[in-house]
């Protein structure tokens, strides 16, 4: 098993438009990762983005939402996972990164 980044994107949890946040759903995925979950992260609160040194900050176009630190065995493994998280209820998506 090896461990996985999941980034969450989306609405984040105290924007008013768009899908409401459900933080029972969250937990219940949360729950039902078991020994997997290694580290669950946190949602955020807002975000932004700095495209370069000069630009300075902006509006991010695919909000941060979140992340979490999740053991599979495989990427094929961590999608399937992945597939099962409240932020496609969300309208939101889920980035994939295996970490070293």
């Given at each position: 098993m090896e461990p996985?980044?999941?980034v969450f994107r989306g609405s984040t949890i105290d924007e008013t438009e768009?899908?409401?946040h459900d933080p029972a759903r969250w937990e219940a995925w949360f729950e039902s990762l078991g020994s997997s979950l290694l580290d669950r992260g946190a949602m955020s609160h807002?975000?932004?983005e700095v495209p370069s040194r000069l630009?300075?900050?902006?509006l991010s176009s695919s909000a941060l939402s979140g992340y979490s630190i999740v053991a599979a065995s495989s990427f094929n493994d961590a999608v399937g996972?992945?597939?099962a998280?409240?932020?496609f209820d969300e309208k939101g998506s889920v980035e994939i990164?295996?970490?070293r």
């Open positions: 996985y980044l999941f768009g899908p409401e807002g975000s932004i630009l300075g900050p902006k996972i992945a597939e998280c409240p932020i990164a295996r970490l």
